[in-house]
């Protein structure tokens, strides 16, 4: 297992931000980790890279434990930590050459040259670090943590505050790492969840509350099924409840309406027969996915 941790709790003074979690990854995947402000995300992400112990409980990385082999989780492990702090007086590559001290490795330059290529920093590279944009401040957070080919990537809150632009490319090349990496990633935008992990763990309040596909996760809790369907003019939403198994109907937009049913029977017929029963033509007729959005409002709700 590249990470495996068993029982953790932490608390800070009479505080517990972590209480008895554990989960394990392994091999290469991205996993999201999700949870409302205050989750414990960033300690987790702390104790699994040697920054803070825990109170009590197990981790460790690559089968080395984070207090006894701390030296090798560090070698292991490639850390971006939340606001990426970095140093805005080096310069690109100065930084980077220095990070790449701090591991010991011998052949700095070839490795920066490498880092820089691999995250985009070619025409950025001979700046202070201080006059860089943001996106490609994190660019250079992604390669300070990734310049010693560790097997462990764990990110917090990788691509916040980036453009449109910057967030597909900085997803692309996070999705490109998982494809030879373990990748542990947190964030608060479900789409990336959905456009990047393999897997997602939910934290609340210190506890996780799902650990899943992100597919499963999506379809787990579904008790109803949503259709939406347009048609070629305005409807009362009492006919549409008197269609067979429709509990809900609410209007979208225009002639559009949400129709909430039984997730056990199809009632696309069923509307199809209303609509040619009522004189009205269905321009559109479609199953709307219950989003990782829902499910992750609905396990952490307070
Ligand atoms: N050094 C600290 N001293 C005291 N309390 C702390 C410390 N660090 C974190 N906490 C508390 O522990 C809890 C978990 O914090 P943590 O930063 O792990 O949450 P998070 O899930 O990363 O939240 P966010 O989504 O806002 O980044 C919070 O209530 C926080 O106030
Ligand atoms: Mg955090």
Same mark, same amino acid.
């Given at each position: 297992m590249s990470i495996t941790v068993s029982h953790i709790s932490k608390s800070y003074g009479i505080q517990k931000a972590l209480d008895e979690v554990s989960f394990t990854v392994g091999g290469s995947e991205v996993v999201g980790f999700l949870g409302p402000n205050g989750a414990g995300k960033s300690t987790m992400m702390k104790i699994l890279t040697c920054f803070?112990?825990?109170?009590?409980g197990e981790a460790s990385v690559c089968g080395f434990d984070t207090r006894t082999a701390s030296m090798a989780v560090r070698r292991n492990v490639g850390y971006l930590p939340e606001h990426n702090p970095l140093y805005l007086d080096l310069y690109v590559r100065e930084y980077l050459d220095f990070v790449a001290g701090i591991h010991g490795l011998n052949d700095r330059t070839r490795r920066v040259n490498a880092m820089v290529e691999r995250v985009g920093l070619g025409r950025e590279q001979h700046k202070r670090i201080g006059q860089l944009s943001?996106?490609?401040?994190?660019?250079?957070?992604?390669?300070?943590?990734?310049?010693?080919?560790?097997?462990?990537?764990?990110?917090?809150?990788? *691509?916040?505050?980036?453009?449109?632009?910057?967030?597909?490319?900085? $997803?692309?090349? #996070?999705? @490109?790492? &998982? +494809?030879?990496?373990?990748?542990?990633?947190? *964030?608060?935008?479900?789409?990336?969840?959905?456009?990047?992990?393999? $897997?997602?763990? #939910?934290? @609340?309040? &210190? +506890?996780?509350?799902?650990d899943d596909k992100a597919s499963t996760l999506r379809s787990r809790q579904q008790h109803h099924e949503v259709i939406e369907v347009e048609f070629d003019r305005a409807v009362e939403a009492n006919l549409l409840l008197n269609i067979g198994g429709v509990v809900q109907a609410r209007r979208n937009e225009g002639n559009s309406w949400l129709l909430a049913h039984d997730a056990a029977n199809d009632i696309r017929p069923a509307v199809f027969r209303f609509a040619v029963e009522n004189g009205l033509q269905v321009l559109g007729l479609q199953k709307s996915e219950r989003g990782l959005e829902e499910v992750f409002k609905e396990l952490t709700r307070r």
């Open positions: 803070i112990p825990p109170t009590s943001k996106g490609y401040r994190q660019r250079v957070g992604l390669a300070q943590a990734i310049i010693h080919e560790p097997k462990v990537l764990i990110l917090d809150e990788p *691509t916040s505050g980036l453009d449109p632009n910057q967030l597909v490319e900085i $997803r692309a090349l #996070i999705k @490109d790492l &998982g +494809r030879e990496k373990t990748v542990l990633l947190s *964030t608060h935008i479900m789409q990336e969840v959905e456009a990047i992990c393999d $897997r997602v763990i #939910i934290i @609340d309040r &210190g +506890r996780i509350v799902a």
